[in-house]
């Protein structure tokens, strides 16, 4: 017995969408199904979503650059954003609030490379980056409550004492050839006390010029600004034409940083030093500051 195969229908082609897509268009048997009739249909797999993928910059390095040296733009250096560094450097930080900014958005997980792709590292470290950011803030506060403060001695109201005139003697002086009387000095007018928020303006000088090596304007502006510490304009000129510092020095100092961690040019360097946007050094501390800057 033979069958007639000449009513079969044709496999269907191949789903477009590269899933498994077949129709039964025959009985096991080799029967045709009637026409018109519906067949079960597998459904097509659908792509599996794309993942955002990990950065190769280290969650940790940028961490350690945002908490440490956030003020000079290390961290937006390191994560390829050359633009924004350039300028948080020349604005120290924005005189410390865009350095907080950032090292927050580091910790919340917000910061991003210059591709836009993620930290990595951070889902496993961020717990203990937490921990040791709350540590080195608290050690600041405690620092800072337990350090001494200036005290300034208050100008005594009591006259000084007087000596005493001595007794007449019984005895009769013995003649002495008239001398004239010596013409007395006038007195010299006793120094004014300082006043207290010049005392503290000076310390505030002083430790500015002993770590971040300012220069005697970038100093001046720093304790004047509204955004740093605000002293009075009159406290402010009292700590920079007093602090001991060694304005030359600072210079090379800068000159130093500037060298070794932004790799910058002599020429490049001296405009930065004098620059009204950058460390305002004077001219002759720009030359010196480039002519002992050394290989």
């Known amino acids: 017995m033979s069958f007639d195969n000449s009513n079969q229908t044709p496999p269907p082609p191949p789903s477009p969408l590269g899933g498994p897509a077949t129709v039964e268009t025959s009985s096991p ?33 940028t961490w350690l650059l945002s908490l440490l040296l956030g003020v000079l733009g290390v961290d937006r250096f390191y994560l390829g954003k050359i633009g924004t560094g350039i300028l948080k450097l020349v604005t120290i930080g924005g005189l410390g609030i865009w350095a907080l900014i950032d090292l927050i958005l580091v910790l919340a997980g917000a910061t991003r ?14 717990k203990i980056a937490w921990i040791v950011t709350g540590a080195f803030v608290l050690l600041g ?69 002993d770590t971040m090596h300012m220069s005697k ?22 700590a920079v034409d007093n602090v001991d510092a060694d304005w030359n020095a600072n210079a090379l100092a800068m000159a130093k940083n500037y060298r070794d961690n932004m790799a910058m040019s002599p020429e490049a360097i001296r405009d930065q030093l004098t620059s009204e946007y950058g460390e305002k050094f004077t001219a002759e501390e720009a030359d010196y500051a480039i002519a002992n800057l050394g290989g």
């Open 29 to 61: 048997q080799g029967v045709p199904f009637p026409q018109g009739a519906s067949f079960p249909q597998t459904a097509p797999l659908l792509p599996a979503p794309a993942t955002a993928l990990t950065g190769e910059k280290s969650f940790i390095a």
């Open 113 to 126: 490379d210059s591709a836009g792709r993620p930290l990595a590292g951070y889902q496993q470290r961020k």
């Open 141 to 209: 506060l405690i620092i800072n409550i337990v350090s001494p403060k200036p005290s300034v001695a208050p100008v005594s109201d009591k006259p000084a004492a007087v000596a005493p005139a001595a007794e007449p003697s019984d005895e009769a002086p013995a003649e002495e050839p008239a001398a004239e009387a010596p013409t007395e000095a006038p007195a010299e007018p006793e120094a004014p006390a300082v006043p207290a928020d010049h005392a503290t303006a000076l310390i505030k000088a002083q430790m500015y010029s």
């Open 217 to 238: 304007a970038r100093l001046y502006d720093q304790l004047t600004s509204e955004y740093g510490e605000k002293y009075s304009a009159e406290a402010a000129q009292y």
